[in-house]
């Protein structure tokens, strides 16, 4: 069975930072597209950054969000920093694309405030 469990989530100041990350099992992520996702309450799910041959990323995040493999523990990480008011949100990591997806974690909630 392929699995995504993501961890790492928890309260930080604003301008703080945050490591997540997403441990895959049943597949070896380092053959997936694989994507970053939030959802803040109320509001749908918003793109974070997609990682293939190359790494994208929201106007939102970039320049404070780095996404990064590590392919020997099948983990994918988000290196959140300079966090800020906005970011708050249940973070999912899923294999696919942010609109066709086949796998996707629990989440880890983010809260940022001071």
């Given at each position: 069975?392929?699995?995504?469990v993501?961890?790492?989530?928890g309260?930080?100041?604003?301008?703080?930072?945050?490591?997540?990350?997403?441990?895959?099992?049943?597949?070896?992520?380092?053959?997936?597209?694989m994507?970053?996702?939030?959802?803040?309450p109320?509001?749908?799910?918003?793109?974070?950054?997609?990682?293939?041959?190359?790494?994208?990323?929201?106007?939102?995040?970039?320049?404070?969000?780095?996404?990064?493999?590590?392919?020997l523990?099948?983990?994918?990480?988000?290196?959140?920093?300079s966090?800020?008011?906005?970011?708050?949100?249940?973070?999912y990591?899923q294999?696919?694309?942010?609109?066709?997806?086949?796998?996707?974690?629990?989440?880890?909630?983010?809260?940022?405030?001071?």
């Amino acid at each position: 069975e392929m699995q995504l469990v993501e961890s790492g989530g928890g309260l930080v100041q604003p301008g703080g930072s945050l490591r997540l990350s997403c441990a895959a099992s049943g597949f070896s992520l380092s053959q997936y597209v694989m994507t970053w996702v939030r959802q803040a309450p109320g509001k749908g799910p918003e793109w974070v950054s997609t990682s293939s041959a190359s790494t994208t990323y929201a106007d939102s995040v970039k320049g404070r969000f780095t996404v990064s493999r590590d392919n020997l523990k099948n983990t994918l990480s988000l290196q959140m920093n300079s966090l800020k008011p906005e970011d708050p949100a249940v973070y999912y990591c899923q294999r696919g694309t942010f609109t066709t997806y086949y796998t996707r974690g629990q989440g880890t909630q983010v809260t940022v405030s001071s």
